[in-house]
């Protein structure tokens, strides 16, 4: 089975412009493109920005999806032959607003994702908790699982989307300066223990007495750093072999050293989660 060369724009954005964002975006995917990306990855909320104070002055920003952002995402996608996610506010038919994320590809819109996990802080305040089940989703030979932010903190989201054959879980975040801990630690802690690969991409720049701390990452299935960024603006790539994360049994030394992180899972006992 052919690599993939992923990638994660860690860039800046501005508070309720998301005309300025998407150009901005469009311009960062052309050129992770470029550099041989196949699947390009932007950070949570990086078509609007993340710290509003309220939910009647987040709505005007918000989108359906599909709508107008992921329209001009699957124009380029289309014309260069990539994949990309990218986080923005959605606004479904009802009025609800979700933390979400699209994914687009050469076909147009494949699928949106709507965070679960809603932190008090920024606009998951005043959010909607995400309602549709964790799904994987097959680019052609790349099967992805797209999280956000807090969603990484809580390893059954990682752990479902591995049950479901993700190879790689997308993880589009905005961490601030508190947050060095998940960026440092949690990125590998989940690769390791679904053994798949994790890209985490996250957003720099200050907002509202937020400063956001950058450090995006991907990470290979044994928990080891692939690419990792600062605390600037830049992209991050690293090449990936899908059939390797879907070999979870792994053998060391046949029948002295063995380990199945999926195979060797206990459900009975797991009672207490649900």
């Known amino acids: 089975m052919a690599t993939w060369t992923i990638a994660g724009v860690q860039t800046d954005c501005r508070l309720g412009d998301p005309a300025t964002n998407l150009a901005r975006m469009r311009a960062r995917l052309r050129e992770a493109a470029g550099r041989g990306a196949r699947l390009i990855v932007f950070p949570e909320c990086a078509l609007t920005g993340y710290g509003y104070d309220s939910l009647d002055e987040a709505l005007p920003y918000a989108e359906p999806l599909p709508g107008p952002a992921s329209d001009a995402f699957a124009t380029d996608c289309r014309a260069l032959g990539v994949w990309a996610v990218f986080g923005l506010l959605e606004r479904d038919e009802r009025g609800r607003l979700f933390n979400a994320c699209a994914l687009v590809g050469p076909t147009g819109f494949l699928a949106g994702y709507r965070k ?7 606009i998951d305040r005043f959010a909607t908790p995400g309602d549709r089940p964790f799904a994987v989703h097959d680019l ?29 879980i997308v993880l589009a975040t905005n961490w601030p300066t508190g947050a060095r801990a998940a960026a440092c630690y949690l990125t590998q802690a989940r690769a390791l223990e679904n053994h798949v ?4 991409v996250n957003r720099v720049g200050e907002e509202r007495g937020f400063r956001f701390l950058g450090q995006s990452r991907a990470v290979d299935f044994n928990g080891d750093i692939l690419a990792g960024a600062g ?5 991050i790539r690293a090449e990936i072999d899908p059939e390797a994360a879907r070999r979870k049994h792994v053998v060391i ?4 050293h063995e380990v199945n992180r999926v195979g060797h899972r206990r459900p009975e006992m797991y009672g207490p989660l649900v």
Do not use: Q
Request: aromatic residues 8%.
């Open 197 to 200: 690969y994790y890209l985490a």
């Open 116 to 122: 679960i996990h809603l932190p008090v802080l920024g």
């Open 140 to 168: 052609g030979g790349l099967r992805v699982g797209m999280n956000i932010c807090y969603d990484g903190s809580f390893p059954e989201a990682a752990r479902v989307l591995t049950l479901l054959g993700a190879d790689l």
């Open 231 to 235: 605390d600037a603006e830049e992209i």
């Open 253 to 256: 030394v046949p029948g002295k």
